[in-house]
């Protein structure tokens, strides 16, 4: 699976932006496809995830209610609308993808896109 991120910048608290990802190869009827961030000096965290046949969907618990992810089939395209954005939120998020089970594991998924910088002042 080959995995394509944008939509990243720069916003103010409160603000929103739309992360997508573009998929290509694989074979996605059998994926999760999903997002995890990593800020500066900090882990990669997990942020949310969606089986891409049902479109079942996984949030973390600090981005629950403010962060949306989604998937249109016929595109092939995944999203993450953020809303509600906070300076926490700044981190550098990737595009993700694995087959399987549901996980949250950062371990679990061998497919990463290049990742999108996203910056929230305050």
């Known amino acids: 699976v080959q995995l394509q991120a944008s939509g990243g910048g720069l916003v103010q608290a409160g603000g929103s932006l739309r992360l997508s990802c573009a998929a290509s190869?694989?074979?996605?009827?059998?994926?999760?496809m999903g997002w995890f961030r990593q800020a500066p000096g900090k882990e990669r965290e997990f942020v949310a995830t969606?089986?891409?046949?049902?479109?079942?969907?996984y949030h973390a618990n600090s981005v629950k209610g403010r962060f949306t992810i989604s998937r249109d089939l016929a595109k092939n395209m995944m999203y993450l609308q953020m809303n509600s954005l906070k300076p926490e939120d700044t981190a550098v998020y990737y595009c993700?993808?694995?087959?399987?089970?549901?996980?949250?594991?950062?371990?679990?998924?061998?497919?990463w896109g290049q990742g999108t910088q996203v910056t929230v002042s305050s």
């Open positions: 969606i089986r891409w046949t049902t479109g079942i969907t």
């Open positions: 993700v993808s694995r087959l399987g089970e549901y996980s949250a594991n950062v371990d679990q998924y061998p497919y």
């Open positions: 190869g694989g074979t996605l009827s059998r994926s999760f």
